[in-house]
Structures are given as C-alpha cells and as structure tokens.
C-alpha cells in the first residue's frame, strides 16, 4: 500500500517532520492500515470538486517510523531510497538529542556555580 499510494517524506530541513502516508478514498483501507500498523492517524482531507472525499492515514513519530520503516523495507521498489533516507535522518535527529542531553548533563556534573541552560532554554540557577 505504501509502495502504491503511499508518500515517504523526509524533508531535509530537520525541523521539519518526517513522514510515511497513505491517501484513499475508502475509510475501511485507512482504518486497516491504522490497525495494522498500531501507529498513526487518521485525517480527513476533504473533498474537492467532481472526485471521491479522500482520507490520509499518516505516521509521524519517531520509533514508529523506524519500527515499521523496518518491516516495509524489504517489500519496497521504487520508494526504497526515500526509506532509506529517512532512516539516516532519524538516526542524526536522535544522535543530536542524546548529544544536547549528554552536554547538559556534563555541565550539570561540572559543579559551577554559575546559571546552566536545559536544551529547551530554560535557566537553571547555579549552586
């Protein structure tokens, strides 16, 4: 389904989310897909003149992706480099979390008494 209907989307801005999505006109294959792969949403995308409304199941999360990026992968053709794309850029997405967390743990354990910052830009007062 993903390999036919399907879009695989990771955008290079790494701000930006990645994606897998499916679009169909039939709820019942958005709603199977939604229940094979325990993951996901369902969104309406509405309905445009002289076609079918259409619905959109869409997976966005991290460990979701790489959880069924991996049992897809062997059943995909064309769309196989968009895959593996994507699991590059998870991997460096995740490698750059653990890295911002590991530093601020470091200057957390470094003992100044001076104000630290968290990831997120909230100052913590020093010691």
């Not at 064309?78 to 490698?95: G, P, S, T, V």
Request: with cysteine; proline share 5%.
């Amino acid at each position: 389904m993903v390999e036919a209907e399907g879009t695989i989307r990771c955008p290079e801005d790494l701000r930006q989310a990645s994606l897998i999505s499916v679009v169909n006109t039939s709820v019942e294959t958005i709603a199977t897909l939604l229940r094979l792969a325990g993951a996901g949403c369902i969104l309406f995308c509405g309905v445009r003149p002289n076609r079918k409304p259409a619905w959109r199941w869409q997976l966005t999360a991290h460990n979701d992706l790489m959880a069924l990026g991996r049992q897809i992968r062997p059943y995909l053709t064309d769309k196989r480099a968009n895959l593996d794309a994507l699991f590059i850029r998870e991997m460096a997405k995740a490698a750059r979390r653990a890295d911002r967390q590991i530093r601020w743990e470091y200057n957390a354990l470094a003992g100044d008494s001076g104000e630290k910052r968290t990831p997120s830009g909230i100052i913590l007062p020093g010691r």
